[in-house]
């Protein structure tokens, strides 16, 4: 009896229950196997058998060795049917079972009688099977056969050959490399199929060589592609070459786009639509040229296949991001979208109107995404938040409207992600559009009454205490606030304490009601939010005691941390209760802790000095331990900072060295950490022989041997330079690994007594500019930035030259200054002519450093950068610039 369908919609438990595979076992199938071993063998009943270890198989099941020949061997025997559909099965089968290299010689022979068979199904499964399981020995022997496969007349023969040739081009490339000519020859084949894998092996078989297939892409694109799937890669190959043609071409003709632009008139819609996604990804594609692209990608807009109309818009969502105004001719179309029945094609038809729509169709749009909006799940609803925020910045007039929306939508059902979207668009229109914080901040205090996620509630607590005092009317605020104290958890309560402390040390006038309010938490039943409550009382004076300072007051209450907190846990993990109270600039600043690595031969532990230190103790404390215990170190002062291990070998060498470089305010220390891996060896006195010659501000002051380096046992040895104080003193360093080496007996571990000296050449060394700067992270940096002040700011724009992308000059800039990227603006957005990059850190003298960035990329792929600093002394701005400007 057939088996009903079940709805798409129904519940995936449900689907299970009509699955035929449901329950089997392995154990149970196995047994079944033995069917195959039958006198009579019973075609219909073996394929059942083959199609359920198919799907144990493919459901990751594994088999064990005996297991695998067993069934391997029993499948073998499968051949004397004449069966042709278990035949098939067969060489699935052999296929999936990868057979050892013993193993494979029983089939060989019946693959390889196949593999000549007048029956062209098997010809060409055999011939699949063989190229998988076989070896490169058996692939000369039968080497023949496949060219003669190529150009057979029978396309599924040729076909299954040319994607043999594919997946034999990872292996043995050597011998897949001969075929050019058979493959040339099927390239001109008349089946769809034949030339579509041809040319797919003819171009992999090429690629490394750029002349050949931009001759091979020059040669097909004057015609004599028939296939469409084959059309379709050829436009790839094109935009490829294309691409790696962009920086040779000095006329304003783009080489190959004429044949672009010619598929536009393709009768196959897959190939329209290939040809206009190519001419759309073009780098500094200009609008003459994005035209007749997005003419055609219009008409797909309107076609009756759903697939078509996704494509379509999709496509032009890409090229909203870029040429918004290219597109704008095709909002009339994309509107009727918007009520298309596929979710996913409305959602990009909305966001793509938001892109391109001007400042009058807003209201229009604005209520048709609001009929829309419950219709779709919660991730497509983040994604047109995402461009509501957009438009907003785009069109800032336009913001009460908009704001509107993002409250209502605020108010509806829906999952945490989706609301922390629309609380960070709403945050992001209160910061960038001055008349939008009134209103944006009520709308925030009306959900945090009904608001069911914690994470959500402190976030907009705390944005309430630092954007609500510097409203026109603060007090109307408090209420919101205060209710949160009596109706929500400890969390949301210990945050509203923190929120109403804020308003208090901001508005004076507002300061004797926030007392009253903060002596009633006193008596809260949680002892953080009666902690806070007593602390903030004590720190604004409420409790009668003498007040600190306002300014001490507004930089304990909105000044960033500058240490990280995982740092500052450790440090009060181990601070011992005493007469002297703990000091926060002992916690060190650097944001992530290296270990103390050494090479080391592998599955081996480290031991001794090199060994990553034990408990909670930072890795700076571990270095600064270390070196003040070595007594020609011990007078250098506080250690700045500890460079993380640089390799000094390569992989797999006799000797694995690799140094850290320790920055202190007039001193530069190089840890080498050396490992000996070779068992015979004793390495003793051994030093590195430093030549700083391009290094003239370096003088070497110090230096610590190593007494004794035994196998795999990482070691230390020492070399210190003295260089002006709190200057970024930068040059490089060669370096001559030294030493005594004895042969060790290896019966009796005993080294000889008489040594042979030695050296050993390691990579050069560099102390560089971001060697002298902390990476520490700003909880706030517009805050950190503002009060800061423009005293120290110095600002200066700057031409980087040509950078194959923005994310690329980004970065170089990233790690050239070696500071801590803010607010995740390390990313770039893919296809971003423009970005902004917030930065901070430590610079060497303990002086906080604040950098913002503004690029830009033109059509030439040129960057340009502006570099904006503050910090506490103006000298170190200007020292940032010079970094930028000699780097």
Known sequence: MAQPLVKKDDDRDDEADYSPFLGIEKGAVLQEARVFNDPQLDARRCSQVITKLLYLLNQGETFTKIEATEVFFAVTKLFQSRDIGLRRMVYLMIKELSPSADEVIIVTSSLMKDMNSKTDMYRANAIRVLCRITDGTLLTQIERYLKQAIV??????????????IHLLQTNPEIVKRWSNEVQEAVQSRAALVQFHAL??????????????????????????????????????????????????????????????????HKAEMVIFEAARAITELTGVTNRELTPAITVLQLFLSSSKPVLRFAAVRTLNKVAMTHPMAVTNCNIDMESLISDQNRSIATLAITTLLKTGNESSVDRLMKQITNFMSDIADEFKIVVVEAIRSLCLKFPLKYRSLMNFLSNILREEGGFDYKKAIVDSIVILIRDIPEAKESGLLHLCEFIEDCEFTYLSTQILH???????????????????YNRVHLENATVRASAVSTLAKFGAMVDSLKPRIFVLLRRCLFDSDDEVRDRAT??????????????????????????????????????????????????????????SQPLAEKKAPGKKPTGLGAPPSGPVSTVDAYEKLLSSIPEFASFGKLFKSSAPVELTEAETEYAVNVVKHIFDSHVVFQYNCTNTIPEQLLEHVSVIVDASEAEEFSEVASKPLRSLPYDTPGQTFVAFEKPEAVP????????????????????????????????????????????????????FRNAWESMGPDCERVDEYGLGPRESLAEAVNAVINLLGMQPCEGTEVVASNSRSHACLLSGVYIGNVKVLVRLSFGIDSSKEVAMKLAVRSDDETVSDAIHEIVASG
Not at 152 to 165: C, E, M, T, Y
Not at 551 to 557: H, I, Y
């Open 729 to 780: 003193a930068v040059g490089k360093f060669s370096n001559m690994l030294r030493f005594i080496v004895k042969e060790v007996d290896p019966s009796t571990g005993e080294a000889e007594e008489d040594g042979v000296e030695d050296e050993y050449q390691l990579e050069d060394l560099e102390v560089v500019a971001a060697d002298y700067m902390l990476k520490v992270p700003v909880s706030n």
């Open 200 to 265: 797919a092996l003819l171009h992999q078989i090429r690629q490394n060589d750029r002349l050949a297939v931009s001759k091979l892409v020059t040669s097909l694109t004057r015609g004599t592609v028939r296939s469409p799937l084959a059309q379709c890669l050829l436009i790839r190959y094109t935009s490829q070459v294309i691409r790696e043609s962009a920086g040779n071409t000095q006329t304003g003709d783009r080489p190959f786009y004429d044949y672009l632009e010619g598929c536009l008139r």
């Open 463 to 481: 944005f309430l205490g630092i954007e609500g005092p510097k409203t026109s009317d603060p007090s109307k605020y408090i209420r919101y606030i």
């Open 152 to 165: 057979d007349k029978n396309p599924v023969v040729a076909s299954a050959a040319l994607v043999s040739g």
């Open 535 to 592: 602390l903030y009382l004590n720190t604004l004076g409420g409790d009668g005691s003498v007040v600190e300072t306002d300014k001490d007051v507004k930089e304990f209450l909105f000044g960033s941390l500058d240490v990280p907190l995982v740092n500052l846990e450790t440090s009060l993990k181990n601070y011992e209760p005493s007469e002297e109270p703990f000091d926060i600039n002992s916690v060190p600043k650097e944001i992530k």
